[in-house]
Structure formats: C-alpha cells, structure tokens
Nanobody, 123 residues
Framework: QVQLVESGGGLVQPGGSLTLSCAVS????????MGWFRQAPGKEREFVAA????????YYSDSVKGRFTISRDSSKNTVYLRMNSLKPEDTAVYYCAARFRAASTSVAAYDMWGRGTQVTVSS
C-alpha cells in the first residue's frame, strides 16, 4: 500500500523560509519520480517542482525557480521542498505526488498523492 504523507507546513512571514517533507512508503523509492504541486483557494492545482532521480530530469515552475529546491533523503524515504523568499502568492495547500520513473509537470500524470499540508505566507 503506497502512502505519501506531507508535513512541515505552517504560517510564515513574507521573505521567510519553510521546508516541506513527504514521507514515502510502499514503493521502490529510487524508481519513482516525485513532484510537488499546490492548490490555492478557488484555483486549480498547479505544478511546483518535480524530479526523477533515475533519469536525472528536474523541473521547476517559473514562479518558484530560484527560490524552491526539491531534494530527497533516500535513507529516510523522504522528499523535501525547501522554500525560500516566500511570497503571499505562495499560500496554498502543498501536495506531493509520485509516478513511475519519468518526472512530469502535469497533474494528470501522477497517480499517487498525499493529502497535503497548508502553507500560509502572511505578515
């Protein structure tokens, strides 16, 4: 049974930093690509970052490029999203997702999802 569990969300001031974690179980971690997506109230879920450690491909949305970093700790089966220079427009529920092998920027391409963690950027 595959499980993806996000944590690390919270309230942060503009310009601050936060690191989200996604604990992964039930799949062969090294053969799956992991993605981070977010959904703000009243908006569609959108791509944030994705990486495939088996193919080496990595993608970031233009809105977070240079500010966010996706990484993993294989020993802990955990994927991270380090978020710096946060802006109010980064406020959303953040989801991690998994798909076999190749990373993708498409929501529809991922078939395994966590339940999300809320990030609020506000003064």
């Amino acid at each position: 049974q595959v499980q993806l569990v996000e944590s690390g969300g919270g309230l942060v001031q503009p310009g601050g930093s936060l690191t989200l974690s996604c604990a992964v179980s039930g799949l062969t971690f090294s053969t799956y690509a992991m993605g981070w997506f977010r959904q703000a109230p009243g908006k569609e879920r959108e791509f944030v970052a994705a990486k495939s450690w088996s193919t080496g491909s990595i993608y970031y949305s233009d809105s977070v490029k240079g500010r966010f970093t996706i990484s993993r700790d294989s020993s802990k089966n955990t994927v991270y999203l380090r978020m710096n220079s946060l802006k109010p427009e980064d406020t959303a529920v953040y989801y991690c997702a998994a798909r076999f092998r190749a990373a993708s920027t498409s929501v529809a391409a991922y078939d395994m999802w966590g339940r999300g963690t809320q990030v609020t950027v506000s003064s």
